[in-house]
C-alpha cells in the first residue's frame, strides 16, 4: 500500500474509521471525508501519528457537487486516486408508513447517491492511471433483517446490482468494483478503539487484502464478512 492513495467517505467513526486507520498502518495515503470537521481533525491526528499522510476533507457526500470536490483535493495532494472506499451511510429505522419523505431522500441521496456520484467522478482518473480498486460498503446485512430498514435494505440492492455493472465496464480498464456486506450497527464498550471491535476490525482486514491486484479475477463480487464467534 505504500504510496496508494486511499479516500475513505464517513471516515471519522465505525467501519470509516477503522478502514481508514487500517489502510494507514499498512503505508497509504489517506483522504478522509466526513461532515463534522472535530472529529475530523482527529481522525487525521491518530493516521498522522501512524506515520501515514492523511487530506482532511469536510463535506456531505449526499450533496451531488461534492463528490468533484473531493476528488480535486485528493488529485492536488497526492495526484491520484488508487482505492475509493464509500463507507458513509444513514438510515431511519421506521415501520414504512413512517418515515417522513424528508428522511426517504436523505437515505436515498446518501447510500445510493454518493456511491453513483463518486463512482463517477473517479473512474476517469482511474481509467487513465489504468487502475483503481472501489469498495461500497453496505449494512446491515442482508442476515440481519433489520425490521424498520426496508428504504435502507432497498437502497442495499441498488448498491449491489451496482457494483457488478460497473464491476464489468472497468475490468477492461483495470478498474475493480466490490459490494461488501458487514454486520451492523456493531455494539460495542464506550472506550474500545474502534479498530479494535471484531465486526469492524474484520471487515477493514478485507478491504486490505482486496488492495492486492492479484485478486483481480474476482472484481464484481458482492462479499459477506463474517465475525468469530
Given at each position: 500500500?505504500?504510496?496508494?492513495?486511499?479516500?475513505?467517505?464517513?471516515?471519522?467513526?465505525?467501519?470509516?474509521?477503522?478502514?481508514?486507520?487500517?489502510?494507514?498502518?499498512?503505508?497509504?495515503?489517506?483522504?478522509?471525508?466526513?461532515?463534522?470537521?472535530?472529529?475530523?481533525?482527529e481522525v487525521t491526528r491518530q493516521i498522522e501519528t501512524l506515520g501515514a499522510a492523511c487530506?482532511?476533507?469536510?463535506?456531505?457526500?449526499?450533496?451531488?457537487?461534492?463528490?468533484?470536490?473531493?476528488?480535486?483535493?485528493?488529485?492536488?495532494?497526492?495526484?491520484?486516486v488508487d482505492v475509493l472506499v464509500n463507507a458513509a451511510g444513514y438510515t431511519v429505522v421506521q415501520p414504512v408508513d413512517q418515515i417522513r419523505p424528508a428522511d426517504f431522500q436523505r437515505i436515498v441521496a446518501t447510500n445510493v447517491g454518493a456511491v453513483f456520484y463518486l463512482t463517477r467522478a473517479v473512474f476517469p482518473v482511474m481509467k487513465a492511471q489504468k487502475e483503481g480498486l472501489i469498495i461500497n460498503i453496505l449494512w446491515p446485512a442482508p442476515a440481519d433483517r433489520l425490521v424498520g430498514g426496508s428504504v435502507h435494505a432497498a437502497c442495499n440492492a441498488w448498491a449491489d446490482c451496482f457494483c457488478r455493472a460497473v464491476a464489468d465496464e472497468g475490468w477492461p480498464l483495470g478498474i475493480r468494483v466490490y459490494a461488501?456486506?458487514?454486520?451492523?450497527?456493531?455494539?460495542?464498550?464506550?472506550?474500545?478503539?474502534?479498530?479494535?471491535?471484531?465486526?469492524?476490525?474484520?471487515?477493514?482486514?478485507?478491504?486490505?487484502?482486496?488492495?492486492?491486484?492479484?485478486?483481480?479475477p474476482t472484481t464484481g463480487q458482492t462479499l459477506f464478512v463474517r465475525t468469530r464467534p
Open positions: 500500500m505504500r504510496g496508494k492513495t486511499c479516500v475513505v467517505t464517513g471516515a471519522s467513526r465505525g467501519i470509516g474509521l477503522a478502514i481508514g486507520l487500517r489502510l494507514a498502518r499498512a503505508g497509504a495515503n489517506i483522504v478522509a471525508c466526513a461532515r463534522h470537521d472535530q472529529p475530523l481533525l487530506e482532511p476533507v469536510v463535506g456531505d457526500v449526499a450533496r451531488p457537487g461534492f463528490a468533484r470536490q473531493l476528488l480535486e483535493a485528493a488529485l492536488k495532494r497526492f495526484g491520484r461488501m456486506l458487514i454486520p451492523g450497527p456493531p455494539e460495542a464498550a464506550a472506550p474500545t478503539p474502534v479498530d479494535q471491535i471484531p465486526e469492524l476490525k474484520e471487515a477493514a482486514a478485507v478491504v486490505e487484502a482486496l488492495c492486492d491486484a492479484r485478486l483481480s
